[in-house]
């Protein structure tokens, strides 16, 4: 197989699209295998050859993507030489350093960098144009939604230095310290704002519980209003689509 036909294969240019989609199948699942260490507490030597293997196809990858830079690029010879120092080169050479635990298991955070690896397959699934769109639409709508974000922050910091003060030092009810310190009252103030409610830390004042449920109900429009416009845009955007 020559040069054209693998940088075709990366590209998924290729005449035979069942080639190029076995391709970004079989890297999402080496990605995927590549993670299983980190999804165990101990280790085993079944993982060592997972490790092994994964980090083979990573290198052969990383070279072929290498290798037919200048290819891929309109056949340009600096693509060669600027290459490694591409972003997603980065990432791929970052995702073969994990490799690197067989001799010292620092290294070992780095498999987390391999997840970056699959924007590279996002459009296996044909969602990197719904993507682009998404993304697109929360630039357009970027000062709504950045004022619902100032306005919940503003709101669970306040929150927080009224229960944080008004709060006793003890809870009577269960003995303990309500907050043992100001970022509790912070974390308080986010759950109950997001309607999530997990129940670790409640009010023991009459104070503490009406603000509890004032923020029960504006979590519940702070939630509400940024879904409302990003449906509203995506809808406006799918239908300028259908017009065109």
Request: proline share 3%.
């Amino acid at each position: 197989m020559n040069r054209q036909k693998i940088a075709n294969i990366i590209d998924r240019k290729s005449h035979s699209n069942w080639i190029c989609t076995a391709y970004d199948w079989f890297m999402v699942s080496t990605i995927l295998i590549s993670l299983l260490p980190l999804m165990v507490m101990k280790s085993h030597k079944v993982f060592w050859y997972t490790e092994l293997g994964s980090t083979l196809v990573f290198i052969i990858d990383y070279l072929l993507r290498w290798g037919t830079a200048d290819i891929r690029n309109d056949n340009r010879k600096s693509a060669f030489l600027t290459y490694p120092f591409s972003l997603m080169a980065i990432i791929d050479l970052l995702s073969i350093l994990p490799a690197i635990t067989l001799l010292n298991p620092a290294f070992k955070l780095f498999r987390f960098v391999r997840l970056l690896r699959l924007t590279r397959v996002l459009k296996i699934f044909g969602i990197s144009s719904k993507v682009r769109l998404f993304m697109s639409i929360l630039y357009k709508e970027r000062q709504v939604l950045s004022s619902v974000l100032v306005l919940a922050l503003l709101y669970i910091f306040v929150t927080a230095l009224i229960l944080f003060n008004v709060e006793p030092h003890i809870n009577p009810y269960t003995g303990q310290q309500t907050f043992h310190s100001f970022f509790d009252a912070l974390y308080w103030a986010t759950v109950t704002l997001t309607t999530v409610g997990y129940g670790d830390m409640c009010p023991a004042t009459d104070v503490g519980r009406f603000v509890s449920m004032l923020s029960s109900l504006f979590g519940i429009a702070v939630i509400a209003l940024p879904s409302g416009v990003i449906t509203a845009s995506y809808l406006d955007e799918l239908r300028r689509k259908r017009d065109r």
